[in-house]
């Protein structure tokens, strides 16, 4: 009997990749041939699989950006960038989308040591630095096997030296994989997707109005009650807007 859930579980898991596969293969033809609208269809098709992938999304937010529809391209570009962190493909195009963006705010930049570390950990995601760790590791080993059956004492040095610095590697690799883990968890970008909404100094929609926003600017979420979030912006001002009103990225 266990076999056969196996079996049955190995079939399904086959069909799924396969039928995702395809999907994604027709959503590019439909692509080339310019039909965005089925273009788009066939991609989200591959989602509702619960597949999902960088080259998936930023397909996907191509097609909407053909389709001039701001608020779900520059979603999916963001997906893809939490798969696939400083890629120059997707933050082009993005940067290309958000141009079509109502709300011109000015990004409020890191200085100091927070900008160094984020820009050296932001290179790669957590599972990235995952498997770097796990490559040092390796060649940890490789070192140590080639010190243990060193016949010389030049040649122990060497892979005496080579584990320290590698040891050194795989430490940084793991802290920059916490450190990577933490601030993905912490960061929750969302993207305003009504075409205008009020942000309140409150959470209440007799509160007063702090600012209107526009489809497609990104906002980071703060607080969430039931039916309202608090967002800061780029700039680093904040207010509550309705949750109807944006979609989280992650």
């Known amino acids: 009997m266990n076999q056969m859930k196996k079996i049955i579980f190995l079939f399904l898991l086959f069909t799924q990749v396969f039928w995702a596969q395809k999907g994604f293969e027709e959503g590019n033809a439909l692509y080339q041939k310019e039909k965005y609208n089925e273009a788009v269809t066939a991609y989200e098709s591959v989602l509702a699989t619960k597949k999902q992938s960088a080259e998936l999304y930023f397909n996907l937010a191509n097609a909407y950006y053909k389709l001039n529809k701001v608020a779900p391209a520059i979603y999916n570009y963001e997906k893809a960038l939490v798969l696939k962190p400083n890629d120059k493909d997707i933050l082009n195009n993005l940067n290309f989308a958000k141009k079509l963006t109502i709300d011109d705010i000015k990004e409020m930049q890191k200085v100091g040591f927070e900008k160094m570390l984020r820009d050296f950990t932001g290179k790669y995601n957590y599972d990235s630095w995952a498997w770097i ?77 702090a600012f209107m926003l526009h489809e497609g600017t990104k906002v980071m979420v703060q607080e969430k009650t039931r039916d309202w979030n608090k967002v800061e912006l780029l700039d680093g001002s904040d207010g509550w807007i309705e949750s109807k009103n944006i979609k989280e990225v992650k």
């Open 133 to 209: 760790a796990v490559g040092f590791a390796t060649l940890f080993l490789v070192f140590f096997i080639g010190y243990y059956f060193s016949g010389t004492t030049l040649l122990k040095r060497i892979f005496f030296v080579g584990m320290f610095v590698v040891a050194i590697l795989i430490v940084s690799s793991i802290l920059s994989a916490v450190f990577e883990k933490s601030y993905y968890e912490n960061e929750r970008p969302a993207i305003v997707f009504a075409e205008a909404a009020e942000v309140k100094s409150e959470p209440r929609e007799s509160a007063p109005d």
